[in-house]
């Protein structure tokens, strides 16, 4: 991996990890507003940066209190989700339609965390993949327009290039 790349990558991480640990009760749990999910748009911009999203994902979850459990869910969910738009989004030419497409994406993938809350908490599965749905929808749309502002204002499509 490029210097360059390297470094971008670990500055989305540790902003991932920022914005997520400023709000730590958004960030866990069966009503999340993780608000560092909107970095997850930035993969309609350039593929690499794949791992300072997932490292981000990964360092967030050290502090998680489900601990292993969300390590391992939520690191999953975000790699089975990125690895899903990828498969998708060479086929759309608009941007804003990437982006939608990564919101369903990531929304509709949450049903792996509910999967680990129920595991951990005995909750309803249904219930709470809707909760945690619905927070990760909320705030995947309003991230597009927030991503795609930062995108034309720092070149992201070019930025590892």
Do not use: C
């Not at 940066?49 to 391992?72: H, Q, R």
């Amino acid at each position: 991996m490029k210097m360059k790349t390297l470094t971008v990558n670990a500055i989305i991480a540790a902003l991932y990890v920022a914005v997520s640990l400023a709000i730590p009760a958004l960030a866990f749990g069966n009503l999340q507003f993780r608000i560092a999910e909107m970095f997850n748009h930035l993969i309609v911009f350039n593929k690499r940066y794949f791992f300072g999203i997932v490292a981000g994902v990964f360092i967030t979850n050290l502090f998680s209190p489900l601990g292993i459990y969300d390590l391992t869910f939520g690191v999953a969910h975000s790699v089975i989700s990125l690895g899903v738009v990828l498969l998708i989004i060479p086929r759309l030419k608009s941007e804003t339609h990437k982006m939608i497409v990564t919101a369903v994406v990531f929304t509709l993938t949450t049903f792996i965390i509910a999967y680990e809350l129920v595991l951990v908490y005995a909750l309803p599965f249904y219930l709470t993949w809707l909760t945690v749905g619905a927070g990760e929808l909320i705030v995947m749309l309003i991230g597009i327009p927030i991503i795609k502002a930062l995108g034309k204002r720092l070149n992201l499509a070019t930025l590892l290039n």
